[in-house]
């Protein structure tokens, strides 16, 4: 435990300089804070203080806290050298929930292919690296694929991420052969059920499940992120989909205080890993509140 007997009990709980104090109070901006107000009084009642901070806050004492919590840090994909140099500043210095390493391992969607080769199921994929020039047409075709995601290896929100076909893969192929000369990119076949049944996350803490939300893609669209238009359902996660989740969970190193595990379904109807998210994934509380107690339950009693 890092937090002596009688001594301060606080969590610093990271976010971006956007979502500090919005300058714009949406929707979406009112999620995020109803969020962390949740978690805060479930640490609260667990007698844990928090607060929010801005993790590229130059001037903050990060040693204040007990341990920093990954929230809302949405900009590091788009501050990926800044916020790698950050992690590697604190990592010594307070203690982070999820762990540093347990971070930096899931900053790269390569671990995606790791643990397929633990036995997760995850969609076909292929794996572009820094340099490689690609025709995507060729790729289709020796992969008889009719559809593909393609999609960077560091990213988040859909960032340069796009289906891949016949019909627009020659345009394709030279903007990624551009951006492959900086940053390595996931070529994975194209999961048609997420048109009609969407994508599931499934939330665990300490391993434990305790909540699922269905995203569903707007009519004519693939991305199921609210940003482009998504929608959000509560969801009755089935013993299947949560074993499913668990296992992906069972093979990491460490079980990690918190996850979300991000399912698809495949062509034969079997749940495959689209992501786990392990750094600053939306968890959802507004949905249940009782998750958050969970969470906060946990963290008192492992690290306080």
């Not at 204040?64 to 950050?86: C, I, P, S, V």
């Not at 959000?232 to 069972?250: C, D, M, P, Q, R």
């Amino acid at each position: 435990m890092n937090n002596p007997a009688g001594s301060k009990k606080n969590i610093y709980l990271l976010t971006e300089e956007r979502y500090l104090k919005p300058k714009v109070i949406n929707n979406y901006t009112n999620n995020i804070i109803q969020e962390d107000e949740i978690l805060i009084k479930a640490l609260q009642y667990h007698g844990i203080s928090a607060e929010r901070r801005i993790w590229s806050e130059t001037k903050t004492d990060w040693q204040k806290a007990n341990y920093l919590m990954f929230r809302t840090t949405w900009d590091y994909f788009e501050r990926f050298n800044e916020f790698q140099n950050w992690l590697n500043q604190i990592e010594n210095t307070v203690p982070t929930i999820n762990s540093i390493k347990t971070v930096k391992w899931n900053l790269d969607k390569k671990y995606l292919l790791e643990l397929s080769k633990k036995g997760v199921r995850i969609s076909e994929s292929e794996l572009l690296n820094v340099g490689a020039k690609v025709n995507l047409r060729t790729l289709l075709k020796e992969k008889k694929w009719e559809k593909a995601i393609i999609k960077p290896c560091v990213s988040g929100a859909a960032r340069e991420t796009y289906v891949v076909n016949n019909q627009n893969s020659d345009q394709l192929s030279s903007h990624v052969s551009e951006l492959l000369k900086n940053e390595a990119f996931l070529f994975q076949k194209f999961e048609e059920r997420v048109l009609t049944k969407g994508e599931v996350s499934l939330m665990y803490f300490g391993g434990k499940f305790t909540h699922a939300i269905l995203k569903m893609a707007k009519a004519g669209d693939f991305r199921v992120q609210d940003d482009f238009g998504g929608s959000l359902h509560e969801y009755t996660a089935n013993k299947n989909e949560i074993n499913f989740g668990e296992n992906v969970l069972s093979v990491l190193d460490v079980i990690p205080d918190y996850a979300r595990v991000d399912i698809l379904w495949n062509e034969e109807n079997d749940p495959v890993l689209s992501e786990l998210e392990l750094i600053e994934p939306e968890l959802w509380f507004r949905f249940n509140p009782d998750s958050a107690m969970v969470f906060a339950r946990l963290l008192k009693n492992k690290y306080f």
